[in-house]
């Protein structure tokens, strides 16, 4: 018999807290719908106590989600634990997820308390837990640092306390693969209660091992791993889900355990996370760059021809490479909008936000000939964008560039609701708007970064533009998108300055020592 592997996404949690990778609630309700199609176990939907806004997006989760269980996280403090329970009780199953360090340096210098005092924390906070929902799981934060004894002993009193899953963190990307392996495997071994508890993993990529860190501990036990679309997350990211689950799906030959995870969702959950969050997919990155499945050289192309698997260990379309392929033009009617819309888990809550959003597909496909559902993602994350904390609004943009001039914008702005218009040079167009939009809104943020992708193939293709800003610590990132560069690129820099001018009071993740 094939062990069932579960899969524990945290996109909407760790993945969120990689600068400037703060999502809405709708957003976050878009993504959870598409992992729930996918078949998720777990969706880790926030951290219910870092603010109202996270606190509201584990709830509206919880609600719209009925075939995944929905966590949410909470440190061992009984402020953070009822919060969670209130957050997770619409879900038809939920989970608190309750953690706290154990490694010296995290006790010591974060924490400053002795380890007795961590082990009497961890039981209360499953404890807790407990008297909310009988899913509790805790993680040992920073355990790929922790002295092996103290680990096995806060681990047994977890689970004696009620934790039906045990986490084992790689926090920092520190373990090597066969190092963190054998650390699952002898706690397996050593802890007289662990067949009480499932196992878990959440490996981070500091060192770019956090996939082979995590399958390394698959081989020894572990039956949950934690992991995120695109490996988004902190610093260099989490374990990709996408190469968690090929990996076990194709080498059955090594895996004695299998996840329950439709592989066909994968590139469509890649995309819309990419499309929302605004950090693109490289495109030689495992299973769901443009390249995975690309071939050039001679040799390899003659190979596949004649036999596909000379070259190629999975299929493209069992990935999800095939199942996107839906052409709408400007003859598609509304239905055929809303239906293939569904499709793509957006759901309008309104005839008038479904009206806005068909004119503005009309609008595109006036524009281009063919629309592609990369350029129906694009299309309702650019309304989101314009819809969310509306303080600035671009009006219009008229830019000018000629051979051997300096070029030059002026942009109409709407500003809290009063007109106002400014102009500028620039070393380029997109340049020159930008300095046009800071001669009127004065913002003394720094551009730290532009990044433009296109979303689907050739010349009229609709521009990605990506824009992160930071003004006094805080950084945000602006997303637009066009068929025209310059006004995609005002759309983003006018979408993070919202973000940045609306109020923030979300906790930082790295102030609450998250794993």
């Known amino acids: 018999m094939t062990d069932r592997l579960v899969i524990f996404d945290t996109t909407l949690r760790d993945g969120e807290q990689s600068p400037g990778a703060s999502m809405t609630k709708e957003q976050k309700v878009r993504i959870a719908k598409v992992l729930e199609k996918m078949r998720v176990d777990v969706i880790e939907a926030g951290f219910p106590i870092a603010s109202e806004g996270d606190f509201d997006s584990v709830r509206a989760v919880a609600q719209s989600v009925s075939d995944s269980t929905v966590c949410g996280l909470a440190r061992a403090l009984d402020k953070d634990?009822?919060?969670?329970?209130?957050?997770?009780?619409?879900?038809?199953?939920?989970?608190?997820?309750?953690?706290?360090?154990?490694?010296?340096?995290?006790?010591?210098?974060?924490?400053?308390?002795?380890?007795?005092?961590?082990?009497?924390?961890?039981?209360?906070?499953?404890?807790?837990?407990?008297?909310?929902?009988?899913?509790?799981?805790?993680?040992?934060?920073?355990?790929?640092?922790?002295?092996?004894?103290?680990?096995?002993?806060?681990?047994?009193?977890?689970?004696?306390?009620?934790?039906r899953t045990i986490n084992i963190p790689d926090t920092v990307g520190y373990n090597l693969p066969h190092q963190f392996g054998d650390l699952i495997g002898r706690l397996k071994a050593a802890v007289p209660n662990a067949d009480k508890a499932i196992f878990s993993v959440h490996c981070h990529n500091d060192l770019g091992l956090a996939v082979a860190n995590s399958l390394a501990a698959v081989r020894h036990g572990a039956r949950q791993v934690e992991c995120t679309i695109n490996g988004l997350g902190e610093r260099a990211g989490n374990a990709s889900l996408e190469e968690i689950v090929m990996a076990v799906r194709t080498r059955q030959d090594i895996f004695d355990c299998d996840t329950a995870i439709d592989t066909t969702q994968i590139v469509p959950a890649s995309r819309l996370v990419s499309n929302i969050t605004g950090f693109p997919v490289q495109p030689n990155k495992a299973?769901?760059?443009?390249?995975?499945?690309?071939?050039?050289?001679?040799?390899?192309?003659?190979?596949?021809?004649?036999?596909?698997?000379?070259?190629?260990?999975?299929?493209?379309?069992?990935?999800?490479?095939?199942?996107?392929?839906?052409?709408?033009?400007?003859?598609?009617?509304r239905s055929a909008f809303r239906a293939r819309m569904l499709e793509l888990g957006v759901?309008?809550?309104?005839?008038?936000?479904?009206?806005?959003?068909?004119?503005?597909?009309?609008?595109?496909?006036?524009?281009?000939?063919?629309?592609?559902?990369?350029?129906?993602?694009?299309?309702?994350?650019?309304?989101?964008?314009?819809?969310?904390?509306?303080?600035?609004?671009?009006?219009?943009?008229?830019?000018?560039?000629?051979?051997?001039?300096?070029?030059?914008?002026?942009?109409?702005?709407?500003?809290?609701?009063?007109?106002?218009?400014?102009?500028?040079?620039?070393?380029?167009?997109?340049?020159?708007?930008?300095?046009?939009?800071?001669?009127?809104?004065?913002?003394?943020?720094?551009?730290?970064?532009?990044?433009?992708?296109?979303?689907?193939?050739?010349?009229?293709?609709?521009?990605?533009?990506?824009?992160?800003?930071?003004?006094?610590?805080?950084?945000?990132?602006?997303?637009?998108?066009?068929?025209?560069?310059?006004?995609?690129?005002?759309?983003?820099?006018?979408?993070?300055?919202?973000?940045?001018?609306?109020?923030?009071?979300?906790?930082?993740?790295?102030?609450?020592?998250?794993?």
């Open 287 to 333: 299973i769901v760059g443009a390249n995975a499945f690309a071939h050039e050289s001679g040799i390899h192309q003659d190979g596949v021809i004649k036999n596909r698997e000379t070259y190629e260990i999975m299929r493209a379309q069992d990935v999800g490479w095939s199942t996107n392929k839906m052409v709408m033009g400007k003859h598609s009617g």
């Open 81 to 163: 634990i009822e919060r969670a329970a209130a957050a997770i009780s619409p879900a038809e199953s939920g989970r608190i997820h309750t953690f706290i360090a154990t490694s010296p340096i995290h006790m010591q210098t974060k924490l400053r308390m002795q380890p007795d005092a961590v082990l009497e924390q961890a039981v209360r906070a499953v404890k807790m837990a407990r008297n909310f929902t009988d899913d509790v799981e805790f993680s040992a934060e920073d355990a790929g640092r922790s002295e092996f004894d103290f680990l096995c002993r806060i681990v047994e009193a977890a689970i004696d306390a009620g934790a």
């Open 347 to 515: 759901e309008f809550q309104s005839d008038e936000e479904l009206n806005d959003a068909f004119y503005r597909f009309k609008e595109l496909a006036d524009k281009k000939h063919e629309i592609f559902d990369e350029d129906l993602q694009a299309l309702v994350t650019d309304a989101g964008a314009e819809s969310e904390n509306e303080w600035l609004r671009l009006e219009q943009l008229e830019s000018r560039s000629k051979t051997g001039e300096i070029p030059v914008s002026r942009v109409s702005l709407l500003v809290d609701g009063e007109p106002k218009s400014g102009n500028s040079e620039g070393s380029g167009q997109v340049d020159a708007t930008f300095k046009a939009i800071e001669s009127v809104v004065h913002s003394d943020s720094q551009l730290q970064l532009y990044s433009v992708n296109n979303v689907t193939r050739g010349t009229d293709s609709q521009g990605e533009v990506t824009v992160r800003l930071e003004n006094g610590g805080r950084i945000v990132n602006g997303h637009g998108a066009d068929t025209d560069i310059v006004i995609a690129s005002a759309k983003a820099y006018v979408n993070a300055l919202n973000k940045l001018m609306s109020p923030q009071d979300r906790a930082h993740p790295q102030n609450n020592g998250l794993i």
